[in-house]
Nanobody
């Protein structure tokens, strides 16, 4: 069984910073792409940032220059450093990972339970 567990959400003032973590555990053979998504009330879930196993990153335009995605392939952990936070960044943030549980099984998508980020004064 594979689990993704996010942590690091909370309440922060506009202009502040937070660091989210996503730890993958369980029967893991390999992890390829990983990403952070977010969903605000009334909105669809959107991709915020993604990172390949080799460290290539992509960001949605609204967070470029403010957020940084990274991963530790030894610890099977992904991070999202969020800075210059704005009220519109308020959402539940979910981590996603494409994981293979053995060499002969195809990868599957796994999701964390979500961590809430609230940006408000």
């Amino acid at each position: 069984q594979v689990q993704l567990v996010e942590s690091g959400g909370g309440l922060v003032q506009p202009g502040g910073s937070l660091r989210l973590s996503c730890a993958a555990s369980g029967s893991i053979f390999s992890i390829s792409g990983m990403g952070w998504y977010r969903q605000a009330p009334g909105n669809e879930r959107e991709l915020v940032a993604a990172i390949t196993s080799g460290g290539v990153t992509t960001y949605v335009d609204s967070v470029k220059g403010r957020f940084t995605i990274s991963r530790d392939n030894v610890k099977n952990t992904m991070y999202l450093q969020m800075g210059s936070l704005k009220p519109e960044d308020t959402a539940v943030y979910y981590c996603n990972a494409r994981i293979a549980i053995s060499w002969y099984r195809p990868e599957s998508d796994y999701w964390g339970q979500g961590t809430r980020v609230t940006v408000s004064s």
